[in-house]
T-cell receptor
């Protein structure tokens, strides 16, 4: 119930292409769904986040699509660049005394020039 | 400013040493977290502080001892660690533990236990 399942584990995309990473969850109490980008040796950086009352959110080249009925959400990176090569984590959290993030296992993205 | 500052960036310690990791934020956040991250794995929750009180301890061994001296500062005291404790230790903060608030991470401390 507390898991967030992320796929694929790794992804290779050509420069200019679209990168798509998917996540699924079971617990309907989750109310916040962020995506983090992490470069080797660095901390995760918040990329974009969505709440379940919204079906899509776009910030620059990054878009989250959210399907509440299917309990799925995805990250789309348009016009992928070599500088986007990193590990991406989806996460979910709920309010209350827990309030911590439940992470997916991560997707290693490589964008080829 | 969404900065969470962690010091030191790198730490090498022997199994008999005592050391401390430090985390600082000035965003007025009242929830602060310690995570441990092993290579090619997601961050794993260790401790949660809410309004300077420990609210979650995820069954972490007693050789890790957290401390929250004030609303801006979080420490992790280390003693008698094992080589398997080598990892990236991450601090994060959120406005509060309630609904839908953004969580920001520091750059981490790379800990090596020899």
């Amino acid at each position: 119930q507390q898991q967030v399942k992320q796929s694929p584990q790794s992804l290779i995309v050509q420069k200019g292409g679209i990168s798509i990473i998917n996540c699924a969850y079971e617990n309907t109490a989750f109310d916040y769904f962020p995506w983090y980008q992490q470069f080797p040796g660095k901390g995760p950086a918040l990329l974009i986040a969505i709440r379940p009352d919204v079906s899509e959110k776009k910030e620059g080249r990054f878009t989250i699509s959210f399907n509440k009925s299917a309990k799925q959400f995805s990250l789309h990176i348009m016009d992928s660049q070599p500088g986007d090569s990193a590990t991406y984590f989806c996460a979910a959290s709920m309010g209350g005394s827990q309030g911590n993030l439940i992470f997916g296992k991560g997707t290693k993205l490589s964008v080829k020039p | 400013d969404t900065e969470v500052t962690q010091t030191p960036k790198h730490l090498v310690m022997g199994m008999t040493n005592k050391k401390s990791l430090k985390c600082e934020q000035h965003m007025g956040h009242r929830a602060m977290y310690w995570y441990k991250q092993k290579a090619k794995k997601p961050p794993e929750l260790m401790f949660v502080y809410s309004y300077e009180k420990l609210s979650i301890n995820e069954s972490v061994p007693s050789r890790f001892s957290p401390e929250c001296p004030n609303s801006s500062l979080l420490n992790l005291h280390l003693h008698a660690l094992q080589p398997e404790d080598s990892a990236l230790y991450l601090c994060a903060s959120r406005l509060w533990v309630g609904k839908g608030t953004e969580a920001f991470f520091g750059q981490g401390t790379r800990l090596t236990v020899v």
